[in-house]
């Protein structure tokens, strides 16, 4: 009679299954695979084969401490059972001699995460269990039962697989864009995800029920939107918008996920420093893709912080147009957020799709700093009843800006209301280039339409139901406008124009216009001045202000040239890079002041990349980097930093000289690719005078005849 049945080794096929499952860019040295999709085993054993029926083979998988069925954290999946729909599966793919292969499949809703894997085998009486190591489970975006099933593959090539992007910022007159290393399948950055999730507060608090909900995007998307910043537990990323960045990296330095995501982990979790919203952005959408969660980063032009939740952002000027910092509410000049893919079992049907998720660190959701899954339909209609965050959502691009003049004996009275500056110029990475794509129609319908205005009111009547909001909305938050009923109708007409996207070093020149609307001559005074800002809406220093005496006849328009020198707006200029331009007219006889404003974006030199179009793998490559000292003056403190997933493994800085006025440098970089397809090069200048100044170069990389490194030992368990 022949023996037990007895186990020689198991192969994973690490290589064959990550390819099948579309993570061989993720590793071929792990086994990594998507819910939902069947991978294969191979078992080779001793002294015969496996029969049916004499031999028992039952897998077990596991995700978590204490992981039971129930919980659906523990899969038990006997050889030769019957198929169970929506269940953990195995199946004889093929028998022959003394090779049994294997089907394993997961439910499409199961458990992402890290599992073990263990054999257990009886046969003729003996039993025993052999320990298959581990394996990861991710989202599965091309299975449909998934609920991140995405249809379109080249939408999913370009929401999960893309590991380069570009991000959009500036205001609403000068939209600039920067590229993105987000690198989601450089091979340590899966553990670093699967971590961010073990370190949640949830589940410290509960690991099993954790893990048990782990299977739910929209679970999953809340604790990584509030993991990703550092303020409620040991998150990724601390926030800091303006002020000193010495004691860590100033956010606007960053080009990528990778080196962020890298610090904390070897850090032992201590939050790195610093970020801004488009860091949080990035650094989410890194996490999700490479949990297997479609994301794409946004970005809202003239974002508002309502903070009280009634749809209004009141901003405070003085007299001679110097921006007040009163008021909790502000208008961001940009917001970036992140929208994920997902369906919404939880809601009706039709709100299944790009769910707005937010990890700035801007108001609480249920305790915690997160915000969303929050549907964008909803936004868009008003629904602000709905999970979740949909007022705070909805009011960042609806809400009205009212503005107020503050005199010196501590009246206001309202110099202007705006109900079309919130929410412009909503952007995204167009898919397959790096255009600009605006999706503000998604969010919004047309200002001033019928369908518009049913949408702000459905908001209201639903911002009104929930008590947090209702004191806040009782009293509308109107300020006690002191200005006489009968005071004569007066129209006065003000507005700022600049000549020229401004550039960082060069003057701003501008145009003021002042018209007289009203049929009688009119003694005007007009003030204008500049200060800084920073992109949250928070007012800096007034740096320049000028006046003018002005008399206008009826129906009388003038315009008044302005110039402000680069040395005169040099040292008050934040990383921001912006300054709001303001310009008061007060009529002398009735004291009733005008108000314009305009926020200016300056734009940083560009720097250019040198490179061949196509290099080789494992085959050095060098590139030329080029940039020239725009300004009369100096840069100091040079620094260099080159980096790109597939090309360089870990960013490299290089620390250059003094660049005197007019000086162009050449910098040559080499590095040797490790990854084909098309990659990205990407360099960061910074110096005393610039922070950010960013370029790059698609490379395309080939396959190499260099032989390339042996896996097939990879996933082998030998007994």
Not at 23 to 40: A, D, N
Not at 231 to 256: A, L
Not at 329 to 337: G, K
Request: glycine content about 6%.
């Amino acid at each position: 009679m022949s023996s037990a049945l007895l186990v020689k080794s198991v192969d994973l096929q690490f290589k064959e299954n990550n390819r099948q499952h579309r993570t061989e860019e993720i590793s071929k040295k792990k086994l990594i695979v998507r819910r939902g999709e069947l991978f294969i085993i191979t078992v080779n054993f001793h002294t015969r084969g496996y029969e049916e029926g004499r031999d028992n083979i039952t897998l077990i998988a596991e995700t978590g401490p204490r992981a039971t069925e129930e919980a659906k954290t523990k899969a038990v999946m006997t050889v030769g059972a019957s198929v169970k729909p929506n269940m953990w599966n195995t199946t004889v793919k093929n028998s022959h001699d003394h090779t049994l292969t294997l089907s394993v499949s997961s439910p499409a809703n199961a458990c992402i995460g890290k599992y073990t894997f263990q054999m257990q085998l009886s046969s003729d009486g003996n039993k025993k269990s052999y320990n298959m190591g581990e394996f990861i489970l991710l989202f599965n975006p091309w299975c449909k039962e998934d609920e991140v099933s995405m249809t379109d593959e080249i939408l999913t090539q370009e929401y999960v697989m893309n590991e380069q992007g570009t991000l959009f910022f500036g205001s609403t007159d000068y939209i600039s864009s920067s590229p993105w290393d987000y690198g989601q399948f450089q091979e340590d950055v899966v553990d670093i995800c699967l971590k961010l999730l073990d370190l949640n507060p949830k589940y410290l608090k509960s690991p099993s029920k954790d893990c048990a909900r782990r299977g739910d995007p929209i679970y999953v998307s809340r604790v990584v939107s509030a993991m990703v910043n550092s303020n409620d537990d040991k998150g990724v990323v601390e926030g800091r918008w303006h002020g000193d960045y010495s004691d860590g990296v100033s956010p606007g330095t960053w080009s990528g996920s990778v080196p962020i995501l890298r610090k904390w982990y070897k850090s032992g979790y201590k939050q790195v420093k610093y970020g801004q919203c488009w860091v949080f952005a990035a650094v989410l959408c890194t996490v999700m893709r490479c949990l297997g969660v479609p994301t794409r980063v946004v970005t809202n032009f003239s974002s508002a912080h309502d903070t009280e939740g009634n749809l209004t952002i009141d901003e405070y000027y003085d007299l001679k147009g110097k921006k007040l910092d009163r008021s909790y509410d502000s208008i961001w000049n940009y917001h970036v957020w992140d929208e994920c893919w997902m369906k919404r079992p939880d809601l009706e049907e039709i709100y299944s799709g790009w769910q707005v998720v937010d990890s700035t660190p801007q108001e609480t959701s249920e305790g915690v700093y997160c915000c969303g899954p929050a549907p964008v339909l909803a936004i868009k209609e008003g629904h602000t009843h709905l999970k979740f965050d949909l007022p705070f959502t909805f009011s960042e691009v609806n809400a009205d800006v009212i503005r107020w003049i503050s005199y010196p004996d501590g009246r206001t009275k309202k110099a202007s209301s705006d109900t079309k500056l919130v929410g412009q110029y909503i952007s995204t990475k167009t898919v397959g280039s790096d255009e600009r794509e605006d999706i503000t129609k998604k969010y919004k319908y047309d200002e001033g339409t019928t369908q518009e205005r049913e949408a702000v009111a459905r908001a209201l009547r639903n911002i009104r139901n929930r008590s947090r909001y209702e004191s806040a909305r009782a009293d509308d938050r109107l300020h006690e406008d002191s200005e006489e009923p009968n005071l004569p109708a007066t129209k006065i007409d003000v507005s700022i124009k600049v000549d020229k996207t401004p550039v960082r070093g060069q003057n701003i020149d501008m145009l003021v216009n002042v018209t007289n609307k009203s049929p009688a001559k009119k003694h005007l005074m007009l003030f204008i001045s500049a200060q800084c800002m920073f992109y949250d809406g928070r007012p800096g220093t007034r740096f320049w202000k000028k006046e003018a005496d002005i008399q206008l006849a009826s129906n009388e328009g003038k315009d008044f040239p302005y110039q402000i020198l680069y040395s005169e707006y040099d040292e008050y200029l934040s990383d921001s890079r912006l300054i709001k331009i303001a310009a008061t007219v007060t009529e002398q006889e009735t004291t009733q002041t005008f108000l314009a404003e305009k926020d200016i974006f300056l734009s940083n030199p560009t720097i250019s990349i040198q490179a061949p179009d196509e290099a080789l793998k494992y085959e050095p490559t060098t590139a030329e980097v080029l940039f020239s000292n725009p300004l009369p003056e100096p840069l100091n403190s040079c620094v260099l930093t080159v980096s790109g997933s597939g090309l360089i493994y870990d960013e490299v800085k290089i620390d250059g000289r003094q660049m005197k006025p007019g000086v162009r440098g050449i910098l040559r970089v080499e590095f040797t690719p490790f990854k084909t397809g098309m990659r990205r090069l990407q360099v960061v200048f910074e110096c005393d005078k610039f922070k950010d100044v960013k370029g790059y170069k698609d490379i395309k990389i080939l396959p190499s005849s260099e032989e390339e490194e042996d896996f097939s030992n990879f996933g082998i368990y030998r007994y």
